[in-house]
């Protein structure tokens, strides 16, 4: 049998839950063992080369490029992992939901303190993604099949969670790897 | 002579003195009922409904239902899991609960229940509701976004003669907590601590303090809410103030 094929993505994500994933220590050589990875930072592979059997995604929908690869990630994928609160809530880039957009981007990039005098203006090309009118959290754009919570997930939540995904066992989600913070 | 009434709770034979409730009675059997909106020793609101029971095969709040002869009480049944799950999971989404920069995360109550329950994400779409922050008073903030309306800081704070320091404010989903303004000043430093204490989540929260204790050493961070051993470590709490 072939060994299950992951993808990995951090949309408006830190990259701390990549880094969890990293933090599994020498159980990643295992890992190695285990599964072979795609596109994914990890291997820096840009874009699909086959159907992946799990995609986690890092962080929440901020603009119009996270919801492409989120639903490229659902299209080419059998199972997706919701990794971290940003992806499951919109995490701390979800503090900007209650603000006006106008507002968020006047202060970045016009009224802040640290930008330069002489130097205002909004961004504004096409090559640049469109922002949303607030942070989505992926479950809300497309269907996600497992959660793991946490900013970051535990590693041991992670390793046992993937091991049960690729095993079929159950998970033992043990009650100090489930955290909020 | 108190009068003793039997009852039994998933099956297992409990007694308990006569106008007991549910909740308490449960508990001097060594039975826990996940519970948020109650405080010990003052009198029920039944406002949360995370005690929610079935005694007698109906749905009942075990705060402030009190105990009757041969009550038969459900409590560790997957439907009354579910449904203290899905209650759970609208407080988080009908607020704004960010817990990884909440100053009440490892100690907060409805995150140490959603833990308890293995809530991985609520089911139900997250209302991100515009709230606001109040920090007006001098040794207390109010974060309305965490604020879940239980009413314990109305119930429970009061001034030395007997004014509420806390009251609701409009209805409906408008309704918030507000702090007396003619009474305002009455907010020590003793009853701050014990304002953010009794909040359960993070919206009560005492200023100049914050992140005092480290990750690992929070209340909830090795044991479920409702362990006998995390009891014990309320009731030590208790007596320190700095907190
Ligand atoms: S009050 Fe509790 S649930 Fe809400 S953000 Fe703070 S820690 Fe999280
Ligand atoms: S401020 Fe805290 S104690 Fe008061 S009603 Fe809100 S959540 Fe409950
Ligand atoms: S604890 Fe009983 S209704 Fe809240």
């Known amino acids: 049998m072939s060994k299950p094929v992951i993808a990995t993505a951090s949309l408006a994500g830190c990259f701390g839950c990549h880094m ?22 990890v291997d820096d592979i840009k874009s699909f080369h086959k159907i992946c059997d799990i995609g986690i995604i890092e962080g929440g929908c901020c603009n119009s490029e996270n919801i492409h690869v989120l639903k490229d990630f659902r299209k080419n994928c059998k199972l997706l992992v919701s990794l971290g609160e940003c992806a499951i809530m919109g995490g701390l880039p979800a503090l900007r939901n209650g603000i006006p957009i106008q507002e968020c981007l006047n202060e970045a990039y016009l009224d802040g303190l640290t930008v330069e005098k002489g130097n205002k203006i909004i961004p504004n090309d096409n090559e640049l993604p469109m922002i949303l009118d607030k942070v989505y959290p992926c479950h809300e754009v497309v269907k996600i099949d497992y959660f793991l919570p946490g900013c970051p997930p535990n590693a041991d939540l992670i390793w046992d969670a993937l091991v049960s995904i690729i095993k079929g066992t159950p998970m033992k989600l043990a009650y100090e790897t489930i955290k909020y913070d | 002579m108190s009068t003793k009434i039997n009852f039994t709770i998933d099956g297992k ?32 609101r039944g406002s949360c409904r995370v005690c929610t029971v079935k005694i007698n095969g109906k749905l009942m709040v075990a705060c402030s239902t009190p105990v009757a002869e041969g009550m038969k009480i459900e409590n560790e049944t997957e439907e009354l899991h579910d449904l203290r799950k899905q209650i759970i999971e609208l407080l988080f ?12 995360s490892g100690n907060c109550e409805l995150q140490a229940l959603a833990y308890r329950l293995k809530i991985m994400a609520p089911r139900y779409p997250y209302q991100f509701p515009v709230r606001e922050i109040d920090a007006s008073n001098p040794k207390l903030i109010k974060d309305h976004n965490r604020c879940i309306l239980c009413k314990r800081c109305i119930r429970a704070i009061q001034t030395d003669d007997g004014k509420n320091l806390f009251a609701f404010k409009q209805r409906g989903c408008k309704l918030t907590i507000n702090i007396e303004p003619s009474t305002s000043a009455a907010i020590t ?6 304002a953010a204490k009794i909040c359960p989540v993070g919206a009560l929260l005492k200023k100049e303090v914050g992140f005092v204790q480290p990750i690992g050493h929070r209340l909830y961070d090795h044991l479920p809410i409702g362990n006998t051993a995390s009891l014990n470590i309320i009731s030590s709490r208790e007596k320190d103030t700095n907190t």
């Open chain 1, 20 to 41: 969890s994933i990293l933090d599994i220590d020498e159980r990643i050589l295992d890992l190695i063992e285990l599964v072979e990875f795609n596109k994914s930072p």
């Open chain 2, 93 to 104: 989404v009908e607020g704004n609960h960010l817990c990884p920069s909440c100053e009440k």
């Open chain 2, 13 to 44: 034979n409990c007694s308990a003195d006569k106008g007991m409730f549910v909740l308490g009675a449960a508990q001097k059997n060594g039975i826990y009922i996940p519970s948020l909106c109650n405080i010990e020793g003052l009198a029920p």
């Open chain 2, 189 to 194: 430093d003793e009853i701050a601590t014990k």
